[in-house]
T-cell receptor, first 112, second 113 residues
Framework: KQEVTQIPAALSVPEGENLVLNCSFTDSAIYNLQWFRQDPGKGLTSLLLIQSSQREQTSGRLNASLDKSSGRSTLYIAASQPGDSATYLCAAATGTASKLTFGTGTRLQVTL | DAGVTQSPTHLIKTRGQQVTLRCSPKSGHDTVSWYQQALGQGPQFIFQYYEEEERQRGNFPDRFSGHQFPNYSSELNVNALLLGDSALYLC????????????FGPGTRLLVL
């Protein structure tokens, strides 16, 4: 059974800092790993998807890495902004339906 | 290009009632998955529909059932509602195989009193 853990649970940083969010998973037989952003009371916005054959993906100030052998992924956010404040979720896709198993998220607050 | 849409946005029910939630997938997508997200938790997989059949099911009781229509839209039905069914219900759409990005709708917030 796939289990996904995210550390830290919450993080507060001043504007402009670079930061790293961590995600670990127990079953390395994944198709891909996705990072999502969730604003309070809202749905999920897909940020980055890394296929199992890839090591990293970049989009703007975001960079996600994947190390299947160690069961880890990281999301790096450069030059954080107050608008980045949200909960960040990682999810591993497994099985014939590529069902997503989510972590409980990291709640990020970027202060002025 | 419309993304994933869900209706209603909010719903209040009492214990024992039944509820139906609706989802329209992103244009071009043929697969719909449903997730339940309790407060402060990550979403939990309920089931996935493809070609109008349930393809895979998570660890949810038979009170949770679904349907997919020929136009790929989907419904989630929950019978005999319990207080613990209060949650945000999310629909995600993708192409068959699901190895590409899954796109989520805004969710339906269900409150069971």
């Amino acid at each position: 059974k796939q289990e996904v853990t995210q550390i830290p649970a919450a993080l507060s940083v001043p504007e402009g800092e670079n930061l790293v969010l961590n995600c670990s998973f127990t079953d390395s037989a994944i198709y891909n790993l996705q990072w999502f952003r969730q604003d309070p009371g809202k749905g999920l916005t897909s940020l980055l998807l890394i296929q199992s054959s890839q090591r990293e993906q970049t989009s703007g100030r975001l960079n996600a890495s994947l190390d299947k052998s160690s069961g880890r992924s990281t999301l790096y956010i450069a030059a954080s902004q107050p608008g980045d404040s949200a909960t960040y979720l990682c999810a591993a896709a497994t099985g014939t339906a590529s069902k997503l198993t989510f972590g409980t998220g990291t709640r990020l607050q970027v202060t002025l | 290009d419309a993304g994933v849409t869900q209706s209603p946005t909010h719903l209040i029910k009492t214990r024992g009632q039944q509820v139906t939630l609706r989802c329209s997938p992103k244009s071009g997508h043929d697969t719909v998955s449903w997730y339940q997200q309790a407060l402060g938790q990550g979403p939990q997989f309920i089931f996935q529909y493809y070609e109008e059949e349930e393809r895979q099911r998570g660890n949810f009781p038979d009170r949770f059932s679904g349907h997919q229509f020929p136009n790929y839209s989907s419904e989630l039905n929950v019978n005999a509602l319990l207080l613990g069914d209060s949650a945000l219900y999310l629909c995600a759409s993708s192409l068959v195989g699901g190895k590409e990005t899954q796109y989520f709708g805004p969710g339906t917030r269900l409150l069971v009193l």
